[in-house]
Each structure stands twice: as C-alpha cells, then as structure tokens.
C-alpha cells in the first residue's frame, strides 16, 4: 500500500542533496572536532562553516548561533538562562504553546524560580497584544516573554515585531519558538527585538536532532549543559557534526526554494480548505486559517459521531499520515492542549485533524485523501 504524507509539521523528509552533504562526514571525515590534527581540523571547520552560512541567512552574528539536539533543548536553555542568568522572576506565555516551553515554565514556577501569567487569546486563536502590555505593565520585575512565532498545531502566526518592541518597551527578555518558521519564511534577527529563538533542522527537510539556538550578542547567559569547552564553553558534549552540516545545508536549499516552495504549498492548504468546505458540511477549520497563517498547516475539525470517533485510527489503516495536533500527541485521542484553550475547553464535540504539506505533496493526494474521507465520515 502506497502511503500519503500529511505531517510535515512533525517531521520532514530529508532532501538527498542534504544527505549528499552529510556524507562525508558519517564516512572519511571523522574526526572529533576538539582534536588539533587535521582530522579534527577540517571537522571543526565544517562546524565554523556551517554556523556562518546560518547566521548570514538570519541575518544574525556567527557568534550568536549556537548548535543544539533541536528545538526542545534550546527552549529549556533560553527560559532556564532567562531566570537564572538574566534576572527575570516573572514569566509571561500562553497557553498555546507548545510542552517544550510550557513544561518548562510550569517547572520554574513549580520550584518558585519565578511566577507565571498566561496572556488571553483571541477568539481565533492569537495572542491579545493588549493583554500582553497590560501583564508587562502590571508587573514591577523584569519578565520573560515567551511566545512561539508560529503555532505548530493550528499555524498561527505572531506579531513577532509587535511582541518585540513591548518587551523593548518594558524592558524584558523575548523568546520566541521559531521551530515552525526557521527554514520556512525568510527572518531577518536584526529586525526583531528578540534574545532567543530556536529551530530544528527536521522541520525543513533536514536531519533529526539537531537545532539551534540564537542567543542575541546583548545578554550573557551562563551554559546548560556542562563537562567540555565545545560551543565556545556555551554546550558541553561532541558536537553533532554530520547533524549540523545537514542543518545548514538544508537551511541554505530551504532558502533558496522560498520562494516557489511558498507558493506551490499554500496552493495545496487553499485547493484542500476548499474541497473540504465543498464536501463536507459542518466542517470548521481551528486558527486563522486564511488569515495570519502558516502556508504548512491546515487544522480540521470533524463534528464528532461514531464515524469520526476513529478517525485519525482509519486514515491510519488506509495509510493516510496526519495527527490530532502535535507529532507529540499524533495517535492519541485527547483533544490537544493547544485546541482546548482556543475554545475554552468547549471543543469536546469536534475530531480536529491536523494536515501539513510540503513541497512533495501533490493535488492527486488531496483528492486520494477526500474520498476516502467520504467513507470514513
């Protein structure tokens, strides 16, 4: 059975030619990069290599790029060094993002490390950017914003210059979880008030585990993990080599392709909202589908019946690949976190699908896709 691949929000496939890339590093070229003879030289060089090409493309210093295992590890480092290193005792997020980032704060406050505030939602799904200048204003410590440029599950996306310029405003520290935008809209780190964002190479048709961490050349933050001098005394530990070569090669074709990329795939998120709206009545899409959106992702909501009850576990045995929100709940029947809070906790009645393109995906698909959609509801 031929299977159809609609969860490129929780991974990608990798591109051959980032694979071609890798190469010779999982062969002939394979020395540690903290050794100081040429197998070790010419590694490390890779690495230096690698960090330039990706702080050109966002526009950020090298010096500020550091390589990580993704996207969950730079979260913890950002929000830890935030508290620990940069003086902030109270925590500003919302309840949309994604567990990397609330686990992580509910941690903090669990330890009295800091106090936490969720800032409201719009009833489609965005952050209240009154809301947010009120929390900051209300507060007489120096607060950690932390807000994700784009919701993994429903797409939305952040005013992430707004965002940057209250905290600017109010003096406090911005992290934004980019894992869903680096690799697929241009960023440009000058621009944005921000001191940390995050991204995973697997997001955009890279190598799984590895990421990156910006940490704006402003703030001095003390390392997370500790035992060796590797990231400029910032990450401890051997350094993914093959991982971050295929990171930013993969950051370089994904930048490249932008533009075609861009528009090929949101054609395929408009041809499916359209059919779907056309065959099935009662449908409803979560977010602000065809407002500020990522062109990725499209999120659906089923009404609930004995039909649709099963039916992520049915498109499944049909070999259809989606999930019910994140790759971290894929499988799982609850509704997410991310849907629940949108809707107040009212969205017991509805089976929210969640599909997400990439350039590979094809119109024949969706159509594959939407009939056996007419069996199964």
């Given at each position: 059975m031929s299977r159809i691949y609609f969860d490129n929000a929780a991974t990608t496939s990798l591109d051959p030619d980032v694979l071609e890339a890798m190469m010779p590093f999982l062969t002939e070229k394979f020395g540690n990069p903290s050794s100081i003879y040429s197998y070790g030289r010419e590694t490390k060089m890779a690495i230096e290599n690698a960090r330039k090409t990706v702080?050109?493309?966002?526009?950020?210093?090298?010096?500020?790029?550091?390589f990580t295992s993704g996207g969950t590890e730079s979260t913890n480092t950002a929000v830890t060094a935030a508290i620990r290193d940069l003086g902030c005792k109270h925590?500003?997020?919302?309840?949309i993002e994604h567990h990397a980032t609330l686990h992580t704060v509910e941690h903090m406050e669990?330890?009295?490390?800091?106090?936490l505030s969720y800032v409201r939602l719009t009833d489609k799904g965005h952050i209240d950017l009154a809301h947010l200048e009120e929390l900051l204003a209300g507060n007489k410590e120096r607060s950690l914003v932390?807000?994700?440029?784009?919701n993994n599950e429903v797409g939305n996306l952040l005013k992430i210059k707004a965002v940057g310029e209250l905290c600017k405003k109010y003096d406090a520290i911005f992290h934004s979880d980019?894992?869903?935008?680096?690799?697929?809209?241009?960023?440009?780190?000058?621009?944005?008030?921000?001191?940390?964002?995050?991204?995973?190479?697997?997001?955009?048709?890279?190598?799984?585990g590895v990421?990156?961490?910006?940490?704006?050349?402003?703030?001095?933050?003390?390392?997370?993990l500790h035992g060796g001098s590797q990231e400029r005394n910032m990450?401890?530990?051997?350094?993914?080599?093959?991982?971050?070569?295929?990171?930013?090669?993969?950051?370089?074709?994904?930048?490249e392709r932008y533009e075609q990329d861009s528009q090929y795939i949101k054609g395929l998120k408009t041809y499916m909202a359209e059919k779907l709206q056309q065959n099935?009545?009662?449908?409803?899409?979560?977010?602000?589908?065809?407002?500020?959106s990522l062109y990725t992702v499209l999120n659906v909501s089923f009404p609930m019946n004995e039909k649709s009850d099963m039916l992520l576990f049915n498109l499944d045995m049909a070999g259809i690949c989606v999930s019910g929100g994140s790759a971290c709940t894929s499988g799982a029947n609850a509704v997410s976190h991310v849907i629940s809070a949108i809707y107040n906790g009212q969205a017991t009645d509805m089976v929210p699908i969640r599909f997400s393109f990439s350039r590979h995906n094809t119109k024949e698909e969706i159509d594959t896709v939407l009939e056996k959609l007419k069996e199964l509801v």
């Open positions: 702080a050109k493309i966002l526009n950020a210093a090298p010096g500020e790029i550091f925590i500003i997020t919302s309840r669990h330890f009295k490390h800091a106090t932390t807000l994700m440029h784009a980019t894992v869903q935008t680096v690799g697929h809209y241009p960023l440009n780190l000058k621009d944005i008030n921000v001191h940390f964002i995050n991204g995973a190479g697997h997001k955009f048709h890279g190598p799984k990421g990156i961490l910006y940490v704006n050349e402003n703030v001095r933050i003390k390392p997370h990450r401890a530990g051997t350094e993914n080599l093959y991982g971050i070569v295929g990171f930013a090669k993969a950051l370089e074709i994904a930048t099935f009545p009662g449908v409803k899409f979560n977010g602000d589908t065809n407002g500020s």
